[in-house]
């Protein structure tokens, strides 16, 4: 009897701007992702999800209150119904390229690192020489797969190898291009 309805509603919902999205606006179903993590409006501008997710224009998180607690209803809704895709840290920490990093301002990337730092998960080790999977079974974090180190020269690194050697050095105390030196 209501499916006519149904099937109207979902068929607004997905192309025309009518979901509440993150930045104060409306989005199309076609044009959002569920923020798995609540971080991660803060952190991502629609313009870098699209980026990160490889579509043309921007990509909309969702409004900050359509949350699996709060709306748990809606957001099954939007998720299962609609097909609109959540976007965890993990999700975000495994599609950095150095092409997407390269590309963002230094105060951008510090805002990255203070999110994994926030975040262990995404940035735990792999066991000792490279041993896969680490202690207790773990894998390591996405974020240490990806070349999220900036170099001074701007190009990106993967922090470290397979047997936990690091991508970067920050220079020693007192070592030319060091801030803290004093030396000749």
Do not use: C, M
């Given at each position: 009897?209501l499916?006519?309805?149904?099937?109207?509603?979902?068929?607004?919902?997905a192309?025309e701007?009518?979901?509440?999205?993150?930045d104060g606006?409306?989005?199309a179903?076609?044009?959002?992702?569920?923020?798995g993590d609540?971080?991660?409006?803060?952190l991502?501008?629609?313009?870098?999800?699209?980026?990160?997710y490889?579509?043309?224009?921007?990509?909309?998180?969702?409004?900050?209150?359509i949350?699996?607690?709060?709306?748990p209803?809606?957001?099954r809704?939007l998720?299962d119904?609609?097909g609109i895709?959540e976007?965890?840290?993990?999700?975000?920490?495994?599609?950095l390229?150095a092409?997407f990093?390269a590309?963002?301002p230094?105060?951008?990337v510090a805002?990255l690192?203070?999110?994994l730092d926030?975040?262990p998960?995404?940035?735990?080790e792999?066991?000792?020489a490279?041993?896969?999977p680490?202690?207790?079974?773990?894998?390591?974090?996405?974020a240490?797969?990806?070349?999220?180190?900036?170099?001074?020269d701007g190009?990106h690194?993967?922090?470290?190898?397979?047997?936990?050697?690091?991508?970067?050095y920050?220079?020693a105390a007192?070592?030319?291009?060091?801030?803290?030196g004093?030396?000749?």
């Amino acid at each position: 009897l209501l499916r006519p309805l149904f099937d109207t509603v979902r068929a607004a919902l997905a192309t025309e701007e009518l979901i509440p999205a993150a930045d104060g606006g409306h989005a199309a179903a076609q044009a959002l992702k569920l923020a798995g993590d609540p971080g991660l409006p803060a952190l991502l501008s629609p313009a870098q999800l699209g980026l990160l997710y490889s579509r043309p224009g921007p990509l909309h998180f969702t409004a900050e209150t359509i949350t699996p607690n709060e709306t748990p209803q809606l957001y099954r809704y939007l998720r299962d119904e609609l097909g609109i895709g959540e976007v965890t840290g993990a999700d975000v920490a495994a599609r950095l390229s150095a092409e997407f990093l390269a590309a963002q301002p230094d105060e951008w990337v510090a805002r990255l690192y203070a999110y994994l730092d926030a975040r262990p998960s995404l940035w735990r080790e792999a066991g000792l020489a490279g041993e896969l999977p680490g202690p207790g079974g773990e894998q390591p974090g996405p974020a240490r797969l990806q070349p999220i180190i900036r170099l001074e020269d701007g190009r990106h690194v993967v922090p470290g190898d397979s047997a936990q050697w690091p991508g970067a050095y920050l220079p020693a105390a007192g070592a030319p291009g060091s801030e803290t030196g004093g030396g000749s």
